[in-house]
């Protein structure tokens, strides 16, 4: 089965960027979630696994960039210009399904990581 494997995660000042990596094998369409407390899980963005499609959170558009090696089974969230408001439990999702306008609903995705904490201070 397909496991998922999110890494990069930390505290940073606002400005600051962060990297984010999730581990995972497979010809998958996939995407970032995060969630904050008290919040439900949002969409960030989503990659297909030719990356010929790219999807961004209009939140997020501009400031973070979505991308994935498939040599090294590795796809990737860089996080630019990070604000308060980023901060939030990241998820790393897969799915065996192409990639359709509900790219951006969580049900799509079948194989979700544990998450990694991401904290932006003032």
């Known amino acids: 089965q397909v496991q998922l494997v999110e890494s990069g995660g930390g505290l940073v000042q606002a400005g600051g960027s962060l990297r984010l990596s999730c581990a995972a094998s497979g010809r998958y369409n996939m995407g970032w979630f995060r969630q904050a407390p008290g919040k439900e899980r949002e969409f960030v963005a989503a990659i297909s696994w030719s990356a010929g499609a790219i999807y961004y959170a209009d939140s997020v558009k501009g400031r973070f960039t979505i991308s994935r090696d498939n040599f090294k089974n590795t796809m990737y969230l860089q996080m630019n210009s990070l604000k308060p408001e980023d901060t939030a439990v990241y998820y790393c999702?897969?799915?065996?399904?192409?990639?359709?306008?509900?790219?951006?609903?969580?049900?799509?995705?079948?194989?979700w990581g544990q998450g990694t904490q991401v904290t932006v201070s003032s």
């Open positions: 999702a897969a799915s065996s399904l192409g990639l359709s306008s509900d790219y951006y609903r969580a049900p799509l995705y079948d194989y």
